[in-house]
Nanobody, 124 residues
Framework: VQLQASGGGLVQSGGSLRLSCAAS????????VAWFRQAPGKERKFAAG????????SYADSVKGRFTISRDNAKNTVYLQMNSLRLEDTAIYYC??????????????????WGQGTEVTVSS
C-alpha cells in the first residue's frame, strides 16, 4: 500500500492542524495505522495509533488530550487532528501502516508501510 501524508504547515502556538494519510488501496480498512513524528536532530517517535476498525486508539503521553486520531475507511484515509499545538510539536509527521486486525502498536518496527512525511512547524 502507498501512503500519502498531507496537511502540514506553519501554525502559531495554540493553533490547530489536521493531517491526512491517504492510502492507495481499498483494503486500507484492514490496516492498523499510526502517526510518528521526528523533530530536528531527534529520533522518530510514536504520536498516535488507530486500529483497523477505528475501535481503539492510543496516544503518546505528550499529545494525549490535544491530538485525536480517526479514520474513514470508505475514503481510505486516516486523520490526525492536532489542537493546542506547542513549539515542541514541531516535527516531520509520518503515517505508517501494517496489515493487522488488532490495535496499533507504538514501535516503528511494527509497520511495513510509510508515507513520505509532512512537516509541521509551530511558531511562538
Amino acid at each position: 500500500v502507498q501512503l500519502q501524508a498531507s496537511g502540514g504547515g506553519l501554525v502559531q502556538s495554540g493553533g490547530s492542524l489536521r493531517l491526512s494519510c491517504a492510502a492507495s488501496e481499498r483494503t486500507f480498512g484492514t490496516y492498523a495505522v499510526a502517526w510518528f513524528r521526528q523533530a530536528p536532530g531527534k529520533e522518530r517517535k510514536f504520536a498516535a495509533g488507530i486500529s483497523w476498525s477505528g475501535g481503539s486508539a492510543s496516544y503518546a503521553d505528550s499529545v494525549k488530550g490535544r491530538f485525536t486520531i480517526s479514520r474513514d475507511n470508505a475514503k481510505n484515509t486516516v486523520y490526525l487532528q492536532m489542537n493546542s499545538l506547542r513549539l515542541e510539536d514541531t516535527a516531520i509527521y509520518y503515517c505508517a501502516a501494517r496489515r493487522w486486525y488488532g490495535s496499533a502498536g507504538s514501535t516503528s518496527q511494527e509497520y511495513n508501510y510509510w508515507g513520505q512525511g509532512t512537516e509541521v512547524t509551530v511558531s511562538s
